[in-house]
């Protein structure tokens, strides 16, 4: 035994009892005869003392040679101290050291070990083991782990069962690139890891498990952005004989559960949107509902009024910030020069003030008289005070220039507050998107999504308006899960595949078993997954994933901390039946 | 909503409820103008009936024209049976009913989907997701699905925090063949999958985790054997500031309470047994409990007295079995024959039967009399009726051998009843082993694994004598977790890489994170991992594991379901900068 409490229990109730306490050294302190030591583990700190005259000299000498981050073992009484700390739980009292023993003495490490840190991001990728020790970084994953309690606890609940899907399945042409390994006793052919374990989901449904989740990671070897990982977290689920609505019901319940048992956030019911309305009034499928700021169409008010510009544009659209009147010419300015970066893409910006005194003033006035700008104001429902954005453009364009201006105005106004959360569930997905790369139809959510019913005569007239029985549920403007009812006979799996471009050869070979499957008696089904890296990050008021994964990789999909990947030896390969064909 | 019930929750309170029900034929009977569907989903079986006269004639062709596996959708009323059936749950009532709809007809399944099914094991894995729709095989993985819930129930409550850690990491030549994955980003480099967390469990300690936990895939790429896959799940566990026997109560009290809350039984306290003895009693390293038949060595008895093949032996050894003096002949024969199949290798074997009249025989009566015989009796502590038999020859090679006739000798008597449970943990392993094939020292564990301190000085002197902090948990005969304490200083880590024959160079490059982070403050640390799928097998009173994975590879590592592992396109090998080197 190593201890007899943590360094996070002892309250003034344990004065006078015996402890042995373990942990790690986070400062020591020396002043008048007496040292102090905070003594830290994963459940708290607290305070050893040693007193010239009452300790021995020995001991006193040892204690003023600790440095941080020693891992040391104290044996002594709990006593009550004289000046408390109100700021830790176990600030009334200290322990009166008797016997001190150094378990692993410590390097200085190469950055503090302390909530503010002085360590820039590659050093603590490299010293992960380090940064993980801080309370910040680890009460992260201490979320992440109640996350996880929490879920299963209530899938259990609803009668879900847990099944883990294997790892070593099959490449597939269709989706996000696969990560491959390569099989020694079958030489020449590999295994590809699960980017989802869609399939094998669907399988259970039709092996009648009625109701399957797992905590799950999933692969995808794509050029990494900031905040994606090769590997990464899903919560996965399907259930068998149910609606579009069951599986909302169902999993806005999950949300509600974690919000409430993780977060104790009573969170608000979960508003319904469709695709089509999230892009004509967010310009986005995954809008941020924390604030208003709805896109208002002008065509009919702004055209035939001789401004060229607009005149020639298939959408004007605006927005309205409310009290941002206020922003100065140099402000605008720079939310102009803002709009026009490469990345936003826009050729040019119109505001209208709502000035206090009432007058409206814009950058068009040359063009549109007090009375149009009140017919404008009125369409966006603007009242003195504040600032109308209009951009224009072709439809699509713009409205992607449009959205990332309204997150930046609700940033800038201070209406994202990261710890209100406004979920939304966005339905009605389209089935097919064109690729204009390979020029042709890609299933938006995954080719396994049926169509609405009532569309499946467009997909041959018109496969872009066919809509999916498809749905995301979006918190804060964060797309955090999405799922479909998917398509449960051989025929429409089969039409669907067609549509896609697949041979139906093509479509036998990859995923002949899935629709052979349909045919032995598959019932209705559908799901959904989490993404659950980003639904902890959700929760931890954070934009970032990383802080929220125990060991990540970083942009270059490497771990710098064990340095892989690596290169392996020649006999590896050999037994692998493949050799490397480096490019000069 | 397809359903208002599932299949397994009518009774009579429900009797003139209108209900909706969803599921799968499972037969249809037809007699005397009734009608019987047997409806069946995860939850149970419920009846519907179709009556003649009462039931609209298209409804009760409908009815008719139903097949196995079909999926359906019935709406009606709640009736009591006239007839009930007390061996379901839901046997007294059933349901008439007035509206059918087949959601999915089915084909003919391949095999029946009954518990007693007609297919053999290929077709199976072919259709697995059939053979998954047999209760019997459901039932294997909702067993499973309770172990994980309650395993991480107490693992949560013991403070333990589930961390997942990388599936994408590095190749290392120490234990099993590694599966690699060529990284695109990276030409040339390659990562590994994980044959267990240890590295990052342990950095985890360093992190000051504390109490570390996960239920996680781990990867061999190993010659399969009928119990083995490619992947397998662990329960993978580690504690700081713990001793061995710390980590023996806590896993002690991991499996009781499985066995209480899975199970219902309440299980014996966990006995411990060095190596040594157990090697010196029952020849094996994982001794089977159920029953006793302990070595007793007779070299002191049996040498000397003219019988040469037990005068040049190193050791004889036998063991009793009680009540088996009535073997016959035959019977006796034929064990002969079965110890000296190739697997087993005996040359021969002796017996004595300690006849019920008192008087002893055996084979080798031409140099033991009963005086020598009784002698041997008696360290047996035989009694009449009981039968002796006795091995000799190497020490390590004889005691092999009469472990397997011990344990076929128990399954004959039938001693080892499926649904007893003895646990055990074997501690003091050997730190190392002499491996013939390569002429070095192997990590019998692993080489983090540390040496019990007293025996650090034999490391140079006697390497094969150190014992390690290592332990095993047995259950009936099999290996289900194994764990030990962990070395946590440089120093030792590098001592112990040096008597496993790695260079300092190359410990550096494989391990040097590792022997660095302890360098930044590790604590005292141990731990242990369960194989889950043996657990489970355990649990469900089976010896083969596969049945408790939901999608298992056959013994070439495919699944032949989805037949994987499959070729890939070349322009995926092209991106990963390999190239197939198949041998002609």
Redesign the interface.
């Known amino acids: ?3 007899s409490h ?1 360094c996070g229990e002892l309250r003034l109730d344990h004065v006078n009892t015996q402890v042995t306490l ?3 050294v986070q400062r020591v302190r020396n002043k008048g005869g007496l040292i102090w030591v905070d003594l ?4 708290g700190l607290t305070q050893l003392i040693f007193e010239e005259g009452s300790t021995a000299k020995e001991l006193l000498d040892k204690a003023g040679s600790l440095g941080r ?3 040391i073992q104290a044996k002594g009484t709990v006593i009550e101290r004289t000046s408390k700390n109100d700021k830790i739980p176990t600030g009334s009292i200290e322990v009166k050291v008797v016997e001190l023993e150094v ?5 200085l ?1 190469p950055f503090l070990i302390e909530d503010e840190t002085d360590g820039g991001d590659d050093l603590r990728m490299k ?4 940064d ?2 801080r309370n910040v970084i ?1 009460q992260k ?2 979320l ?2 109640r996350m ?2 929490e879920t ?1 606890k209530y899938m ?1 609940a609803a009668q879900f ?11 597939t ?1 269709e989706g996000a ?17 699960p980017q989802s374990p869609q ?2 989901k669907q ?2 449904m ?5 109701r399957y989740f797992q905590i799950v ?1 999933c ?1 995808r ?1 794509e ?2 952005r900031a905040d994606r990982q ?2 990464f ?1 899903q919560i996965d689920c399907e259930m068998s ?3 579009q609505e ?1 599986v909302l019901s169902m999993f806005e319940g999950l949300t509600r559960h974690l919000f409430k048992e993780v977060k104790g956030v009573e969170l608000e019911e979960v508003g319904r949107m469709t695709f089509a309305d999230a892009m004509r009034f967010y310009g986005n499928d995954k809008p941020d509902l924390r604030f208003d700021m709805r896109f208002v169409e002008l065509n009919d008010l702004a055209k035939g009024k001789g401004f060229g510009i607009f005149d020639q544009a298939e959408l004007v659209v605006g927005i309205c910030a409310k009290g941002a009147a206020e922003y100065t010419r140099k402000q605008l300015d720079a939310l102009t020069e803002w709009v026009k970066r490469p990345q936003i893409g826009a050729k040019g910006m119109v505001y209208v003030k709502y000035n206090t005194d009432g007058s409206l003033k814009s950058t068009v006035d040359k063009f549109y008289g007090q009375e149009d700008l009140t017919a404008w104001a009125e369409a966006f429902g603007a009242e003195p005070g504040d600032l109308m954005l209009i951009l224009s453009g072709d439809t699509k364009v713009v409205r992607k220039q449009l959205s990332e201006l309204r997150l930046k105005m609700g940033e800038d106004l201070g209406l994202r507050d990261r710890m209100v959360f406004k979920p939304l569930w966005v339905v009605d997905f389209p089935l097919l998107e064109w690729d204009e790369e390979t020029e042709r139809y890609h299933a938006m959510h995954h080719p396994f999504t049926s169509p609405k019913q009532e569309d499946i005569p467009l997909l041959d007239s018109n496969p872009g308006e066919v809509r999916a029985n498809a749905y995301d549920l979006v918190i804060n403007g964060v797309e955090i899960g999405g799922g479909s009812i998917r398509i ?2 051989r025929a429409t799996q089969q039409l669907m595949f067609k549509h896609l471009g697949f041979s139906d050869e093509e479509a036998q070979k990859q995923f002949g ?1 899935l629709m052979e ?8 089904h559908g799901g959904i997954a989490f993404g659950f890296d980003r639904l902890c990050a959700i929760f931890g008021g954070s934009d970032s994933i990383r802080d929220y ?3 990540p ?1 970083n942009n ?4 710098v ?9 020649d006999e ?12 000069k």
Do not use: C
């Not at 830290?40 to 459940?43: E, G, K, T, V, W």
């Not at 270059?556 to 771990?559: A, E, K, P, T």
């Open positions: 035994m190593y201890r943590n373990a942990g790690w830290r583990d994963r459940y981050e020693f891992v378990l692993n003495p410590a390097k490490p010293y992960r083991y380090l993980l020790r680890r994953l201490q992440r782990h996880m309690q299963r259990d069962i847990e099944v883990e899907t294997p790892v070593l399945i099959k490449s042409p690139r696969d990560f491959v390994v390569p099989s020694r006793v079958n030489p020449g052919e590999f295994y590809a890891l399939t094998f399988l259970l039709v092996s009648g498990f009625d990671k692969f070897d050029d990494l090769p590997e977290t004989f149910v609606t069951d449960h006979d078993f499957a349909f045919e032995y008696g598959a019932p209705p994964i125990a060991f990789k270059s999909g490497r771990d901390m064990i340095d892989s990947p690596s290169t392996i030896a590896q390969l050999q037994e692998l039946s493949i050799q490397l064909a480096l490019k």
